[in-house]
């Protein structure tokens, strides 16, 4: 398939500009995604914009990620109902910085013919004058124009400031900068920005009288209408410092099977006949999630590692199956504890442990697991009650330093689900 017929049947093409797919057939061609520096990581929602350069550059034409340090100091107004926070340029620098090592996991930077690229608007944003801007850009595109786009007609009752109102001038002479210094005749991008892309098209056309084409995807959503990417603690991210490769492969696996049939066409790179017969086996036996464990993997690995989904993988295997307690002695401390987050966390002095605390003192006094130290003794007596896995036998078991793994944590496993966390 050609590119365009891959995001077809990908379910990525919102809106595309007659003659685009001409002119991809017709040669290799330079296209660019914009990516507001705004954080020091991208998130799951600039995955879809990453994908699509990825399949640009596997079907052989030229990606250019376009890090928008000026229009990043502005602030586009697409799908916001309020003013955004202006950013230093000391803060957006250390934000691209950031975001190029994170782009370099998805594209080929290499020097081949197609190679990848990555540059910053503020390098030709920030030399031009206020009177060049608005006699070389302003005087091509009319206010009539600029006022019928969605972005700006749905802040119009809310009011919109001058600068947001600016943006979609600033990113059309992204555009029209890159036509005339790159070459590149396509900008893609979510189905929220067509009106400021397009408003690049309009503003070579008029100004050079050549033609530059569009292509948009449609916004990713989940289907019980919450937002893509969002959780209860604000947004996936693709930084481990963030969101550990834990909760990112948790994230794909707790995904409905609605959405992951959606999403394993989105954001994994198998082919047709990989993705039409794992959705198959899926509904032979929906109970064992083949779309959500085959989606999480490929995602996990392709974001952070292989390593890394290995570890998610046992690590869940831990909590929700029958795996060991090898794989969280190699993880870090901040990691252990986001696996086990929401886990009721008890902190006990390390003088309770010194020489040694019998386990029912332990689980009753100090770390209140049980109610009562009879409850608890019922339940060692049926053999449900678990220390790191292992089956407590007897209630004078003492509970000692050679216990707790790494040193610091004794998880507590109380009944089949029910697990609790003692940490030193």
């Not at 209860?232 to 707790?254: C, R, V």
């Not at 003492?398 to 940490?423: A, H, P, R, S, V």
Request: proline share 3%; glycine share 8%; aromatic share 10%.
């Amino acid at each position: 398939m050609n590119f365009v017929e891959e995001l077809t049947w990908r379910g990525m093409i919102h809106d595309i500009m007659p003659g685009t797919q001409d002119q991809l057939e017709k040669e290799m061609t330079t296209a660019y995604v914009g990516i507001d520096p705004t954080a020091d990581s991208l998130h799951i929602g600039h995955l879809v914009s990453i994908m699509l350069l990825k399949h640009l550059q596997r079907a052989g034409h030229k990606p250019i990620v376009v890090v928008g340090g000026a229009t990043g100091m502005i602030g586009d107004p697409s799908g916001k109902s309020e003013e955004r926070n202006l950013l230093s340029l000391e803060t957006l620098i250390h934000n691209q910085e950031k975001l190029q090592i994170q782009l370099g996991k998805f594209l080929d930077f290499s020097p081949i013919s197609n190679k990848a690229e990555l540059v910053n608007n503020y390098d030709w944003v920030q030399p031009l004058s206020f009177l060049d801007f608005i006699r070389d850009v302003g005087k091509h595109i009319t206010v009539n124009y600029m006022l019928s786009k969605d972005s700006v007609k749905k802040r119009l009752e809310t009011g919109i400031s001058f600068t947001e109102f600016s943006y979609q001038l600033v990113q059309g002479y992204d555009f029209l900068y890159l036509f005339e210094n790159k070459g590149c005749k396509l900008q893609m991008g979510g189905s929220d920005q067509w009106g400021n892309i397009t408003t690049g098209t309009e503003l070579i056309r008029r100004k050079l009288g050549k033609e530059a084409y569009a292509l948009t995807c449609p916004l990713i959503t989940k289907s019980d209408g919450g937002k893509f990417g969002k959780t209860e603690k604000g947004n996936i991210w693709l930084s481990s410092d963030y969101t550990s490769p834990y909760q990112f492969y948790q994230f794909w696996m707790n995904v409905t099977d609605e959405d992951a049939e959606k999403y394993i066409k989105i954001f994994t790179l198998l082919t047709v006949e990989e993705i039409n017969q794992i959705i198959e086996d899926h509904k032979k036996a929906p109970h064992l999630r083949i779309i959500q464990k085959t989606l999480s993997k490929e995602v996990t690995t392709m974001v952070h590692s292989s390593e890394d989904y290995n570890l998610a993988f046992e690590a869940s295997q831990v909590l929700f199956g029958k795996g060991t307690l090898d794989s969280l002695k190699k993880i870090t401390e901040s990691d252990f504890l986001s696996i086990f987050e929401g886990v009721p966390l008890f902190k006990v002095d390390p003088s309770v442990i010194n020489h040694g605390v019998l386990v029912v003192d332990l689980l009753t006094q100090y770390a209140p697991v049980f109610e009562s130290k009879g409850e608890m003794r019922r339940l060692i007596d049926s053999g449900g009650l678990y220390i790191n896995k292992e089956k407590v036998g007897s209630h004078e078991e003492i509970i000692n330093f050679t216990k707790f793994m790494n040193n610091k944590f004794l998880i507590i496993q109380k009944g089949k689900k029910n697990y609790y966390l003692i940490k030193i």
